[in-house]
Nanobody, 127 residues
Framework: HLQLVESGGDLVQPGGSLRLSCAASGFGLEHYAVGWFRQAPGKEREGISCISTTDVPTYYEDSVKGRFAVSRDNAKNSVLLEMSSLKPEDTATYYC????????????????????WGQGTQVTVSS
């Protein structure tokens, strides 16, 4: 059974840090590009990061660049998203998804290029 599961979401204060995990079951995540996405209340789902099958290049949306970092832990068949200097506007449900390669927001309908999606994990940044 193929499954992709996000975990690590929590309630954190502004300026805090959080680590999200995207773990795959039933297939090898190292064979796929993995994108991170988020959807805030009342907003469209947006891509924020992607890591390629070879780990480079990686992509970051401008609003998270320098604060978020994506990496692989192939031994655990997972991809991590390290989040720091969190802001209230980072509050959203965070999703990971796989594709044959990274597709970013500059491409029309880029969300449709991702095949497997997790169920999401909630990140709330509030004082």
């Amino acid at each position: 059974h193929l499954q992709l599961v996000e975990s690590g979401g929590d309630l954190v204060q502004p300026g805090g840090s959080l680590r999200l995990s995207c773990a795959a079951s039933g297939f090898g995540l190292e064979h796929y590009a993995v994108g991170w996405f988020r959807q805030a209340p009342g907003k469209e789902r947006e891509g924020i990061s992607c890591i390629s099958t070879t780990d480079v290049p990686t992509y970051y949306e401008d609003s998270v660049k320098g604060r978020f970092a994506v990496s692989r832990d192939n031994a655990k068949n997972s991809v991590l998203l390290e989040m720091s200097s969190l802001k209230p506007e980072d509050t959203a449900t965070y999703y990971c998804a796989t594709s044959y390669r990274c597709h970013t927001s500059g491409n029309p309908n880029y969300l449709k290029a991702y095949s497997y999606w997790g169920q999401g994990t909630q990140v709330t940044v509030s004082s």
